[in-house]
């Protein structure tokens, strides 16, 4: 007896011991809210903040409810208080989810009150339907009883009539609120599945291990890089008519499907890329040499045909690695209360307004700036290929603007026109945009069938070709338009190719193409003409393309 009892005050001193040294530590759930966020083009940097009461002594702080998209190799962790910070630890917790996020509240909050409205249409629907029974029972009652007057029976059947009709005419109301109810509650429900399908993922957690000497206070801040996450720019360019300068709306389509709503946080859109590379690439030896036969057996050659790899060039490996390393690397308006800030590698804009990013991937519009672009408007032909003539627009000074490649919706006269490629990569001072197609400058292109021939010169032959092109400005001001054709290029010294007419024209002769431009008052019409020759051996047939 006195051994068993021996036994059990052993284990239990052992086992308290155990647990004690496990419970050295105090731990502590955190709930922290995302304050700011720096949003660069594939990904984010956020910044949560909490104010946590630390006791004395060691206590173990775990931040929950972060994205499980967050890089734990960029986390950072800092706090403001007489404390010291011992350890930081990243986890995965399969076994909590997420807190409910406030979308999926107001989708059930939503659901419910339609719920409601729904139950309380329906009883004022039954009532209205058991009032008209009633009345109609009433009628036949009264029908049957003897000694009415003519008034009383009129009076009885202009009750019936008002009543009855304003009961059926409630009940068509009804019955069509009960449908438009039904509509949204369907579309609520299918929308509150598919936020809790999003919803139910594991969450990420920062163990933070700190000592305190004292009980304090002390503000939390968490630094991290987040993926699944980013921006790509958006333009708006419009311009009120062709004398007025092209209003450019710089606005960025924000993203995020972290699992975390980013609600009310101060948003910075950066042009920089932290996953890209900050090191400069070393040139190595780059040999070139003869390749070296080793003559072996037929059969041995045969059998190591198929296993043996293919003998290449020093230039094929060298290629090879440059593309796996290019593969590496790849009123009031929000507009007026952005900051923006260059940085040596990058440009920064600051948001000072607050903003939210729901955790869903699905793009919101952020405007980030205004600017009046310095403009000039001419217009553009290519009859070869299209005999309608081009309003242009040339943006000066473009590159000031800090501006990023991406699509821009295009609005002339206050019309839609189209969309472009704004291409911030172009490396000349001017940027064109075509702002659609201009009925009123009328262009022809006619061949000169009478200067088209074939002629036969000893062992060559030497084609001519002549075109006409007519130009009439229909529009009440002048207009300047740039006309562009072209002449073959020879790509070899067999074949010569000369021009022969194309009065007032700017020629390149490297790419062949002919440029004319002119100034056309109200009404007038010009005539362009080209001719040229293309002269080669009458045994050889030629073709042309580009």
Not at 308 to 321: F, G, M, R, S
Not at 488 to 509: M, R
Request: proline share 3%; no cysteine; glycine share 4%.
């Amino acid at each position: 007896m006195n051994t068993t009892r021996k036994t059990i005050l052993t284990f239990a001193l052992l086992f308290s011991l155990i647990v004690g040294g496990w419970a050295t530590d105090k731990e502590k759930a955190i709930k922290s809210k995302v304050k700011n966020v720096t949003v660069f083009l594939n990904r984010a940097q956020v910044t949560n903040a909490a104010r946590v009461y630390v006791p004395a002594g060691q206590t173990i702080l775990i931040f929950e409810g972060l994205s499980t998209r967050l890089d734990k190799q960029s986390l950072q962790v800092s706090a403001e208080g007489n404390l010291t910070i011992m350890a930081v630890k990243h986890r995965v917790n399969y076994l909590k989810n997420f807190a409910k996020v406030q979308r999926i509240k107001q989708l059930e909050d939503s659901i419910t009150y339609f719920n409601d409205r729904i139950a309380y249409v329906q009883v004022q629907k039954e009532v209205l339907v058991s009032e008209e029974k009633m009345i109609l029972a009433n009628q036949k009652i009264g029908g049957k009883q003897k000694g009415l007057s003519a008034q009383e029976l009129a009076e009885m059947a202009a009750f019936y009539r008002k009543r009855l009709s304003d009961i059926r005419f409630s009940v068509l109301r009804h019955n069509k609120n009960l449908k438009k109810h039904k509509r949204r509650l369907e579309k609520l429900r299918s929308q509150l599945y598919t936020e809790n399908k999003n919803a139910n993922k594991p969450t990420s957690e920062v163990m933070v291990t700190v000592s305190a000497k004292a009980a304090v206070n002390a503000n939390f801040e968490l630094n991290y890089i987040v993926m699944n996450a980013g921006w790509r720019p958006i333009y708006d360019l419009r311009a009120k008519n062709s004398k007025s300068p092209i209003q450019l709306s710089y606005k960025a389509e924000v993203f995020q499907n972290t699992g975390i709503d980013w609600n009310n946080v101060d948003i910075t859109l950066s042009t920089g890329n932290p996953s890209q590379s900050g090191y400069k690439p070393n040139l190595n030896p780059w040999y070139v040499g003869f390749v070296t036969y080793y003559p072996k057996p037929r059969r041995e050659a045969e059998m190591r045909k198929s296993s043996a790899p293919k003998v290449t060039l020093d230039e094929d490996v060298t290629v090879a690695a440059n593309q796996k390393f290019t593969k590496k690397d790849n009123s009031k308006t929000i507009a007026d209360f952005t900051k923006v800030v260059e940085t040596t590698f990058s440009t920064k804009f600051d948001i000072s307004l607050p903003y939210s990013i729901p955790s869903n991937g699905r793009p919101q519009l952020v405007e980030i700036a205004k600017h009046n672009m310095k403009t000039l408007y001419t217009h553009s032909a290519v009859p070869k290929l299209d005999k309608d003539a081009f309003l242009m627009a040339q943006l000066v000074e473009w590159e000031k603007f800090n501006l990023l490649s991406g699509k821009a919706n295009i609005y002339f006269e206050g019309s839609f026109v189209g969309e472009t490629f704004l291409n911030a990569k172009n490396t000349k001072d001017t940027m064109n945009i075509s702002l659609g197609r201009d009925k009123r400058i009328v262009i022809d292109r006619k061949q000169i069938k009478d200067f088209t021939r074939k002629k036969f010169l000893g062992s060559n032959i030497k084609q001519t070709f002549g075109y006409e092109i007519s130009v009439r400005n229909t529009k009440r001001e002048n207009v300047t338009i740039t006309i562009e054709e072209q002449i073959p290029v020879s790509k070899t010294n067999k074949i010569t190719v000369e021009l022969l007419e194309a009065e007032g024209a700017q020629v390149d002769k490297t790419t062949g193409k002919v440029t004319w431009k002119i100034t056309l008052k109200p009404q007038q019409t010009t005539k362009l003409t080209l001719k040229y020759s293309v002269k080669y051996p009458k045994k050889q047939q030629i073709v042309f393309g580009s």
